[in-house]
């Protein structure tokens, strides 16, 4: 669910008496005042408050020093020696508005950065030995801090080594591929260029390393502080300092995603469903951005970037190209070319289409809703519980025999829609229960008997299917309404956040403010029989391999997550339609993927994704790094280039929908359907979900 919007929250004052009448006051005092903030506002308002105790200090701690060190690269276990006292003190200096830690962790750390960026110059200034049998590391989780300064300047070394190592395959299979021009250059010119690359991209990251403001850093603690609660609850800077939140897409153009910086990391908060960024297909949530590329340049790589100078690199005029560099949720590494356009927010839209079976009389309804869209500020606005209706009845008129509502990738939305969307598949009756903090659930109920569509149901979900998408899918698999067909679980957040403006929560002090905003987790939601979708998401009735089967991916991958509880069941029914015989669907469903070719594939490169993910020790042998890194690359176009079959050959636009596209005039909304009805051809999770509702008609008749 999204977090704004008339209809989800009512809008509550914050009037914790923090302070009243203080003198002005210096930064010590401030940063004392907005640590005791901070802590008010989450024992008062957090669904779950934390006790402040030696265990609580112990996880900030841990946390905090994870972040501002996540490589491993400047502090060593000498430093830590000394911030050690601290690890259960942490608790106490909060409430005392002390910040000795946090003070001697800066001091360290940048004492850290200057050794580091000497170490840099000197290793760069030597060639390296390509032909070295040796490894580097890559995972910090797998990595401790070094021992001393010997142990860090010999990660250095590899770490540097291993950049240099792959620029220069990049290169040797650029000059030895057909497409090569110019003259083939040698080995030794290919490395020395290579350090001089890398020389200049980190003599722009230290510098940007030197120029974080301690503000910036004490947001960083502050979040740590927050994410112990939950991993939603953050500490955000004043909006002109941090950007957060801030569209990438300029003047509605760009590349349509929105950024959060976590510690030196730059990670995409959420995706504009309908943007250049999603129109990728290669982007998700979460995914950290590491190099930032304009048109043919090279990579920039913006670790320790400050937010809105990232925000700067990837904007851009519409039709020219960014390429980014991310980490995915598969710990792999790739790189995404996005052609900047302007945001075409009609993609936000739902919309069906029509797959035909091995009859002319055999239709299969398809709707697909990219996100529980909401305009409640207009009185023309759309929102996606209507649209869906007029969805439902266009298909109804084409006589469908059964309907499939598309989730995957769906992040959320309003929960009133959510409502209102669920009461077309059922008489009436509750769909959700909301709780806060010492009250009891808030029951969220259709009310409305009228039942849109009587038929058949299917609804898709994965991993990403998130928030709204996951208390329609839970309602409805309840009910026994639908049958609940993707990825082993859903997301898994089942929690509501809110924004408290620390200006309302401090009185007086104008002349240190804007003192920043804290997200905090207010709610959770369950299940009308009482089972929550915090953790373990909804899990289908029926599962489909996906690439990620095998790692985890969602809620359950944060630090520190709330936990999965219950509470008392909702009386609940419905006589519309009742998916029965879902063992026999089952038992089908199973043997049809089992003997499916691309279902094999995908299974089998879903164990690449999780083998790949766990390998993180590189060669820094020139040869088998080339020839690891090609095997790589070859195994995933291979892996898509099975994407290129046909798997659903008869689908087709509704003739209402025809009608309206032959009148057209923007050619690239013909363009963007066509992509869309290809698309879905080529879907063979669309495939498998035709026959599972094909079985549930069957067996149900």
Not at 30 to 39: H, N, Q, R, W, Y
Not at 576 to 593: A, E, G, P, W
Not at 601 to 618: D, G, H, L, P
Request: with cysteine; hydrophobic share 35%; net charge negative.
């Amino acid at each position: 669910m999204k977090l704004r919007g008339p209809i989800f929250f009512s809008v509550v004052l914050i009037t914790l008496l923090v302070a009243a009448f203080y003198p002005r006051i210096d930064t010590e005092q401030k940063d004392a005042l907005l640590m005791l903030s901070v802590l008010k506002v989450m024992g008062q308002l957090h669904y779950e408050p934390q006790p402040l105790d030696d265990a609580f200090s112990e996880k900030v701690y841990n946390l905090y020093l994870d972040r501002i060190d996540a490589g491993r690269r400047f502090l060593t276990q000498q430093d830590l020696k000394k911030l050690d006292k601290y690890r259960t003190r942490l608790d106490d200096e909060a409430l005392a508005g002390n910040f000795d830690f946090f003070d001697l962790s800066l001091e360290l750390l940048n004492a850290g950065i200057e050794k580091s960026q000497r170490y840099c110059k000197q290793i760069l200034a030597e060639p390296f030995d390509l032909y070295r049998e040796e490894y580097v590391e890559l995972d910090s989780k797998k990595r401790p801090f070094p021992k001393n300064d010997e142990e860090m300047q010999d990660f250095w070394r590899r770490y540097l080594k291993h950049e240099v190592i792959t620029r220069v395959a990049d290169n040797l299979q650029a000059q030895n591929s057909e497409e090569a021009e110019d003259e083939p250059k040698s080995l030794e010119v290919l490395e020395k260029e290579a350090r001089q690359s890398v020389q200049e991209t980190y003599n722009s990251w230290f510098e940007r390393l030197r120029k974080i403001k301690r503000s910036t850093r004490l947001s960083y603690y502050l979040s740590s502080v927050t994410n112990i609660f939950d991993p939603h609850s953050d500490y955000l800077e004043p909006y002109d300092k941090q950007n957060f939140n801030l569209r990438m897409s300029g003047r509605l153009e760009g590349i349509g995603a929105r950024l959060q910086q976590t510690g030196d990391f730059t990670k995409i908060a959420s995706i504009v469903v309908g943007g250049p960024a999603w129109k990728t297909k290669e982007l998700n949530d979460n995914d950290v951005i590491l190099k930032v590329a304009q048109g043919d340049e090279e990579a920039k790589d913006i670790a320790g970037m400050p937010l809105d100078e990232v925000v700067q690199l990837i904007r851009g005029e519409k039709g020219t190209k960014v390429r980014l560099t991310v980490k995915g949720n598969d710990g792999a590494t790739k790189e995404v070319t996005v052609t900047r356009d302007v945001v075409v927010f009609e993609e936000t839209f739902a919309k069906s289409l029509i797959l035909e079976g091995d009859t002319p009389e055999e239709k299969i309804g398809y709707i697909y809703l990219p996100s529980f869209y909401g305009d409640y500020e207009n009185e023309d606005g759309r929102n996606c519980s209507k649209d869906i209706a007029i969805e439902l009845e266009k298909l109804k008129a084409e006589k469908v025999s059964g309907i499939i509502l598309d989730l995957r990738n769906n992040g959320g939305g309003y929960l009133n829609e959510v409502v209102n969307m669920s009461g077309l598949f059922i008489e009436k009756g509750p769909i959700v229960q909301v709780k806060s903090r010492g009250r009891k659930p808030e029951v969220w109920e259709d009310v409305d008997p009228r039942v849109q569509y009587q038929g058949p149901l299917a609804i898709m979900v994965n991993n990403f299917s998130a928030s709204a998408s996951e208390i329609l899918a839970a309602a409805l698999q309840d009910y026994g309404r639908a049958v609940i067909v993707g990825s082993k679980s859903t997301y898994g957040k089942g929690t509501v956040q809110r924004f408290a403006d620390l200006d309302r929560v401090v009185t007086g002090y104008d002349d240190i403010k804007p003192l920043g905003e804290v997200k905090l987790t207010i709610q959770k939601y369950y299940r009308v029989n009482g089972g929550s979708v915090q953790l373990r998401g909804v899990v289908p009735d029926i599962i489909l391999p996906d690439n990620y089967q095998f790692i985890e991916i969602g809620e359950k991958d944060y630090e520190y997550p709330m936990a999965w509880t219950e509470i008392s069941p909702l009386k609940y029914n419905q006589k519309v339609y009742k998916v029965n015989n879902l063992d026999k669907i089952k038992t089908n469903s199973k043997k049809r993927v089992q003997e499916s070719p691309i279902f094999q594939e995908i299974t089998s490169y879903a164990r690449v994704i999780e083998k790949q993910r766990n390998e993180t020790e590189f060669p820094l042998h020139v040869d088998k790094y080339v020839a690891l890194s090609k095997a790589r690359e070859d195994r995933a176009k291979s892996f898509s280039e099975l994407f290129e079959e046909v798997f659903n050959p008869k689908v087709a636009n509704l003739p209402t929908d025809l009608e309206r596209l032959r009148k057209e005039e923007d050619e690239s909304s013909k363009a963007r359907n066509e992509e869309f009805v290809i698309g879905v051809s080529k879907d063979p999770h669309v495939k498998e979900t035709v026959h599972i509702l094909r079985d549930l008609i069957q067996l149900n008749n």
